[in-house]
């Protein structure tokens, strides 16, 4: 099936708030004293009570454009509580986070992949942090399989449909496959347009593993950030508010984007078939499929193993998690403060704002292994 979705509100851009809460500020622009808004207690049960412990001074981030409405509703809901507190967050893409992170130039990233050790990336971070580095799992984000096909808005794909039709081996929407796996639906003769990531991206690594994982006949490529425009067919867009663009744009087009853009551009999205049955995209077949991955990260670190060749029934098999790269330690301590006392808001009471842009709520287990590390932060 498909889920022909709505415009939900959100705005992409580089992203900067100021508003109401109290606390006071020191000169090196972090924390000097934290107050939950509305509460004396400065302690993590208390903030998710009450309200966000405040900061001042400002943070900056980038990365991941996947989680960008969700940072927009985070950054607009701390700093209305919190006076004094500026965050930046400028969604340039997963692997340009990662980069700035580890040169210094932003106080923490987000990634739809966690920091790779055989790239050297963990190494890079341990000596910017001076301390380990954390890969904290904040925002569960379906891929979607968006498209446009005017008349035709349920529409089921296998992984092997899906492998073809970004390769370019099935490339009309009347393929006798599709037609196979979509019987009595009316698919017109209409070119596929395949649209797909051109800037270096955790979504397309995390779709490629998907792929891997569960068609490796057809998709023999070694998932990456940066091969999309070498592997598939079609045309390149940077960013997912691209892709998403693209697809609008274009009749007959496809494309693997965040469900959140999808909801915004009012796309339709494919039903998934892994074996255990048809699954339509939603907030909660998401979260099934999240709460099945498996911790591999050490210490506090919380890498997760994602199966994306589940086939567990009423589970989206197409997910990422965008991942807040952070240090244990900072060498000033009150940014340290500040990165920790934002990161509890949008790990409690920051996601109950998800699910209406396109996300999935973290489930319990792995939200309460993230404020643990979260705790860490200094």
């Not at 985070?74 to 509580?81: D, Q």
């Not at 580095?133 to 005017?150: E, H, Q, R, S």
């Not at 899906?162 to 009595?184: P, R, V």
């Not at 998934?272 to 049955?277: A, Q, R």
């Amino acid at each position: 099936m498909i889920n022909r979705v709505g415009i939900a509100a959100g705005v992409l851009a580089a992203l900067t708030a100021l508003a109401a809460c109290s606390s006071s500020k020191n000169g090196s622009g972090g924390d000097e004293t934290s107050t939950p808004a509305g509460s004396s207690s400065a302690s993590t049960t208390a903030a998710a009570a009450s309200g966000p412990t405040c900061s001042t001074g400002t943070l900056n981030a980038e990365g991941s454009t996947a989680q960008a409405n969700a940072m927009t509703e985070w950054i607009n809901g701390y700093t209305a509580a919190c006076s004094g507190a500026k965050v930046n967050y400028n969604p340039t893409g997963s692997g340009d986070g990662v980069s700035a992170f580890n040169a210094g130039q932003v106080d923490f990233a987000g990634s739809d992949s966690a920091l790779d050790p055989a790239k050297g990336e963990v190494a890079a971070a341990q000596k910017r942090c001076g301390s380990a580095p954390l890969d904290l799992p904040m925002v569960v984000g379906p891929i979607a399989i968006a498209y446009k096909l005017n008349g035709v808005d349920k529409v089921t794909l296998t992984p092997e449909l899906i492998a073809k039709i970004f390769l370019g081996k099935i490339t009309t929407w009347d393929d006798a496959a599709i037609k196979a796996q979509n019987s009595g639906a009316s698919l017109p003769s209409t070119k596929i347009s395949v649209v797909y990531r051109s800037d270096s991206s955790g979504t397309t690594q995390n779709f490629e593993k998907y792929l891997a994982a569960t068609d490796p006949t057809d998709f023999t490529a070694e998932p990456s950030k940066d091969n999309a425009a070498q592997v598939f067919a079609g045309q390149g867009k940077a960013k997912s508010q691209g892709v998403a663009q693209g697809i609008s744009s274009t009749e007959g087009a496809i494309g693997y984007d965040e469900f959140s853009y999808a909801v915004q551009a009012g796309l339709s999205t494919a039903s998934i078939d892994n074996g255990g049955g048809v699954v339509e995209l939603s907030k909660d077949t998401a979260s099934a499929a999240a709460g099945a991955a498996t911790v591999t990260g050490t210490g506090d670190d919380l890498t997760l193993k994602l199966d994306y060749a589940t086939k567990t029934p009423g589970a989206y098999p197409i997910v990422l998690v965008t991942y807040e790269i952070v240090c244990t330690k900072y060498g000033d301590s009150a940014k340290g403060t500040f990165v920790k006392n934002f990161l509890n808001y949008t790990a409690n009471g920051g996601q109950e704002k998800l699910a209406g842009l396109g996300y999935a709520p973290l489930p319990s287990e792995l939200q309460a292994k993230v404020n643990a590390s979260v705790a860490k932060i200094s």
